[in-house]
């Protein structure tokens, strides 16, 4: 991740990317624990996703985000994030990130970008609307022809 300098929200922010890595290395949905990543998460954060993903939709809460990494885990069989930009360093936060990505059932891949808008409250993140580029390439690309 791309910084200039840290502030209390970027260090939420960079403790719950590491947090992830440990949770998607542990083998992520339905194999590894949720709670290392609670702690970064508000209990009732919302997250928005486009509802033209095959993962869309408005999650709520830490049980809200399992259910969304198990959604993704299920979209993607790969699903990395090579760079990410940090746009703005106080909530919100503003974080342009390059993606590649293998979809699960076509095997297609795709390189895209994401720009997620997220907020910070009180050392906890409450909000992430993640907006993406070409939501139509997206699920053409996870969708058998």
């Known amino acids: 991740m791309t910084t200039s300098s840290t502030t209390p929200a ?4 960079e403790g719950m ?8 290395a542990a083998g992520g949905p339905g194999s590894a624990s949720f709670t290392p990543l609670a702690p970064f998460f508000a209990p009732d954060v919302v997250l928005y996703q486009a509802d033209s993903l095959p993962y ?17 885990s299920r979209t993607w069989d790969t699903f990395d994030m ?3 930009k940090v746009l703005a360093t106080t909530s919100p936060l503003v974080v342009l990130t390059q993606v590649r990505a293998r979809a ?8 895209f970008p994401i720009l997620q808008a997220i907020t910070v409250e009180d050392g ?11 939501t ?3 699920a053409d690309a996870c969708s058998p022809a």
């Open 10 to 13: 970027l260090s939420v922010l």
């Open 17 to 24: 990317y590491a947090a992830e890595a440990e949770y998607l």
């Open 56 to 72: 869309g939709g408005v999650w709520h809460g830490h049980e809200g985000l399992e259910q969304f990494f198990r959604a993704m």
């Open 82 to 84: 090579e760079d990410q």
């Open 104 to 111: 699960r059932t076509t095997g297609r891949e795709l390189h």
């Open 124 to 134: 906890h993140i409450t909000e992430v609307r993640p907006f993406y580029f070409d």
């Open 136 to 138: 139509a390439a997206i």
